[in-house]
Structure formats: C-alpha cells, structure tokens
C-alpha cells in the first residue's frame, strides 16, 4: 500500500531564513505534486514533478524529486512571512495519497 | 469558470442521521475524487472515481458511498453518520497530472 510520509510537520522558522521539507513514499511512482494550504481554505497547487531529478522552482520554494530514494524535496529560501501555510506532498499511482503536511510558521 | 463546486461548504448532523455531499467539476475531468482532512493526518482517501461508472476505495472508505453519477458529478453518501466522520470533506478532479480541490465541506457530527 501506497504511504506518504512528511516531515517535519511543525515548522516555525525565522524570516529570512532557509529550511527543508521532506517527502518520502513508499512506491515506484514518478509523480509527485506539492500542494499549500492556508486555514480554512482549499489546496492550491504549488508543482508537478513528473521524473527522476525533477526540479521545479517558483519564488522563493523550490521542489525536487529522487524516484530513486523515493524522496521529494520542498526547499525555501529565505522565508518571508506570506509562506506561511501548511504545505502537502501527495504521490500519485492508480489515486492519490498525500502526507500529514507540514505547518509552517514563519516569524518576524 | 467554476472549476470544482461542492456543496454544502457547512452542515450538522446528528448521530445515525444519512446526508448525500454533492460535488460537480465543469472542467471534463475523467478522475475524480473524495478526502477528508483531520488535524494532523493530511488528507485521507475515501473512495475515488477513474472514469465515469467506476468507482474505487480508497484509505478510508468505511461508513461511506459514492456514486458517480455522470462525468461531471461524483457525490458521497453517509447513510448513518457517527462522530467519527466529523471531519473537512474536498473534493477533487484531476487531469494530466493537474488535481483542482472544491473548497471543502465542514461537517459536524453531533
């Protein structure tokens, strides 16, 4: 079965600052989307990575995937506060299964 | 363009009471699907639709039917609803790797 681990799942981080999220899944599959969430809204979609050493990049997130270790990467440069949301990996193979999120927090 | 419509955005029901949560995409997508998200556990895979007349289980599928019913609806069913299923319902369509959420429905199991 398909599982989807993310972390960290807490993240409060300094303005200005770098930081790293981490999707690892358990299955051969080479797509891999990365979705934000602010409270009390629906999911936006942030990147597609649909093969090995993909990497997409918009503003200050850029994302990766290794198909081979089965990790995804969500990496932000120096924070600024509108980051701030909860961010999701999801793998897709015959559906969608997503990670628990990640709550970033990024403070003055 | 209305992309993923669902409705109701909120609801309360009692326990044992049976509610149908209505989603509709105007965007021609084959895949269709249902999540509910609880605090701390992302979103959870109830039942999803590859094409219309199929339909799937997900992760999480007990207590819950769907049906759908054309290429643009695919609703889900509580027959007898517990406190277990309050939760946020979204649901989604997706097409060539682009998945587009409805803006959730909020339900309340009393």
């Known amino acids: 079965e398909l599982k989807v681990e993310q972390n960290p799942l807490f993240l409060s981080m300094q303005e200005g600052k770098n930081y790293t999220i981490y999707c690892n899944y358990s299955?051969?599959?080479?797509?891999l989307y990365w979705y934000r969430q602010d409270p009390g809204k629906s999911l936006e979609s942030l990147f597609v990575?649909?093969?090995?050493?993909a990497v997409k990049q918009e503003g200050r997130l850029m994302a990766s995937l290794d198909t081979k270790a089965r990790l995804s990467t969500l990496h932000i440069t120096a924070a600024v506060h509108d980051l701030s949301a909860t961010y999701f990996c999801a793998v897709e193979e015959d559906d969608m299964r997503f990670g628990a999120g990640t709550r970033l927090t990024v403070k003055p | 363009n209305a992309g993923v419509t669902q409705t109701p955005k909120f609801q309360v029901l009692k326990t044992g009471q049976s509610m149908t949560l209505q989603c509709a995409q105007d965007m021609n997508h084959n895949s269709m699907y249902w999540y509910r998200q609880d605090p701390g556990m992302g979103l959870r895979l109830i039942y999803y639709s590859a094409s219309e007349g199929t339909t799937d289980k997900g992760e999480v599928p007990n207590g819950y039917n769907v049906s759908r019913l054309n290429k643009r609806e695919f609703s889900l069913r509580l027959e007898s609803a517990a406190p277990s299923q309050t939760s946020v319902y979204f649901c989604?369509?997706?097409?060539?790797?682009?998945?587009?959420f409805g803006q959730g429905t909020r339900l309340t199991v009393v």
């Open positions: 989604a369509s997706s097409y060539r790797y682009k998945a587009f």
């Open positions: 990575l649909l093969s090995n050493g």
């Open positions: 299955t051969t599959s080479d797509r």
